[in-house]
T-cell receptor
């Protein structure tokens, strides 16, 4: 079974500080794509960052970076220099290649940036 | 503007009254999908479609139907809605299956 686990339902961080959101997943597939999505209070789902499992280099997008540990099946998101606009629900997701193209999402981490 | 649109955005209905939530994308994407979002459960995939006339069940397909007769449209049909289908629904599309999903704005459905 394919699963995604986000063990931190809620987190908070001071503005300008760094925070790391954790995500683990389970799959028997060797090739897959991993994603972090952000959902602000507007409810819109916004892509934060994407990682291909075959790439060893960790993806980065400005203040957002991931720590991808394939052997441990871990995919954490680091947000540097946190801003008030980062306050949102964050979802980890993945899609394994070759098993029907089904997406799997975690239960989310609610992040609050404190001024 | 490249986008995924959903209608209606909000809907309150009663048990057993058939309804359709429409989804349309203007990006010529092959892959389209429906999700429901419930507190504490995250997003769960209901159905997805790799291309016209090709649909597959996700994790929670019971009580839902879909069709993909045109590439741009992927309606979600609830033939006999029940209160446990009260949820926030998202449609999404991507160029191909294994790619970034682009989401619609969501539809808040309440079944009384």
């Amino acid at each position: 079974a394919q699963t995604v686990t986000q063990s931190q339902p809620e987190m908070s961080v001071q503005e300008a500080e760094t925070v790391t959101l954790s995500c683990t997943y389970d799959t028997s597939e060797n090739n897959y794509y991993l994603f972090w999505y952000k959902q602000p209070p507007s409810r819109q789902m916004i892509l934060v960052i994407r990682q291909e499992a075959y790439k060893q280099q960790n993806a980065t997008e400005n203040r957002f970076s991931v720590n991808f540990q394939k052997a441990a099946k871990s995919f954490s998101l680091k947000i540097s220099d946190s801003q008030l606009g980062d306050t949102a629900m964050y979802f980890c997701a993945f899609i394994p290649l070759g098993t029907g193209n089904q997406f799997y999402f975690g239960t989310g981490t609610s992040l609050t940036v404190i001024p | 503007e490249a986008q995924v649109t959903q209608n209606p955005r909000y809907l309150i209905t009663v048990t057993g009254k058939k309804l359709t939530v429409t989804c349309s994308q203007n990006m010529n994407h092959e892959y389209m999908s429906w999700y429901r979002q419930d507190p504490g459960l995250g997003l769960r995939q209901i159905y997805y479609s790799m291309n016209v006339e090709v649909t597959d069940k996700g994790d929670v397909p019971e009580g839902y139907k879909v069709s993909r007769k045109e590439k741009r449209n992927f309606p979600l049909i609830l033939e006999s809605p029940s209160p446990n289908q009260t949820s926030l629904y998202f449609c999404a599309s991507s160029p191909v299956g294994v790619d970034t999903q682009y989401f619609g704005p969501g539809t808040r459905l309440t079944v009384l």
